[in-house]
Structure formats: structure tokens, C-alpha cells
């Protein structure tokens, strides 16, 4: 879905209910990511996903957009340029994940290192 798109997708759906996007870099989309989109699926509304590309990214942004889309939480999923910004989308609450993505990464760095060290 593109940028535009994802902007008339929230305007409608505002109109019905509560709206919530949540950015990040799902890279590479965990079970941590998995359930807390779920988490925020269950307070009800529209869950869109922003996905965010990192400086340095495992996976292209169109693959991460797929896996994403792929969960059903969630209603609807667009790519997100660094430079664009989320503010072009009143009437949704915007929650950002890219902290948590930062520290999931590391975590699965460290859980990789540790297992490949302990061979």
C-alpha cells in the first residue's frame, strides 16, 4: 500500500473507530514483534503498520512489509521513507517501536553470537 493510500485508509477508518499505527523496522520481524502487535490488536480499532527502514537493514523494506501483512492483526501495511515523517496522519494514534526494534536486535545478535560460540 502506498504512502498516500495508507493516508486515505486512516481517514476512513477514523471515521469508524480508533486508529493506531505502529512504526517500525521489524527487521527481521520477531515472535516479540508478532505478539506485540497483537497486544495492540486486541484494544480494538485498526492497527496499521508504518515499516521503517534502518540505517543498516537485514531485509529489503518490501520483504518486512510482506511478513508484517502477513499477521493477522494487522489491517493494513505501508513503507515508510526516513524523511517522510508520520505526521500526515490525524485521527490515528502513532506508536513507535523503533526503540524496541533496536533492542530486539540486539538480542538476537547476542543469542546468535552465544550459539555460534558455544560449538
Given amino acids: 500500500m502506498s504512502r498516500r493510500e495508507a493516508e486515505e485508509r486512516v481517514a476512513n477508518c477514523a471515521e469508524r473507530g480508533p486508529v493506531r499505527i505502529v512504526a517500525g523496522c521489524f527487521d527481521p520481524l520477531t515472535a516479540a ?3 506485540r502487535i497483537g497486544e495492540l490488536a486486541a484494544a480494538g480499532g485498526t492497527l496499521g503498520v508504518a ?3 534502518p540505517p543498516e537493514s ?15 492483526a494487522v489491517d493494513f501495511v505501508f513503507e515508510v521513507e526516513p524523511a517522510d515523517g508520520l505526521d500526515r496522519f490525524p485521527g490515528a494514534e502513532i506508536i513507535r517501536e523503533e526503540e524496541n ?4 536486535m540486539r538480542e538476537l545478535v547476542r543469542h546468535v553470537h552465544e550459539r555460534q560460540s558455544a560449538r
Fill in 51 to 53: 515499516v521503517l527502514t
Fill in 58 to 72: 537485514i531485509l529489503p523494506a518490501r520483504a518486512r512489509a510482506e511478513l508484517v501483512a502477513a499477521l493477522a
Fill in 101 to 104: 526494534d533496536a533492542r530486539l
Fill in 33 to 35: 514483534h508478532a505478539r
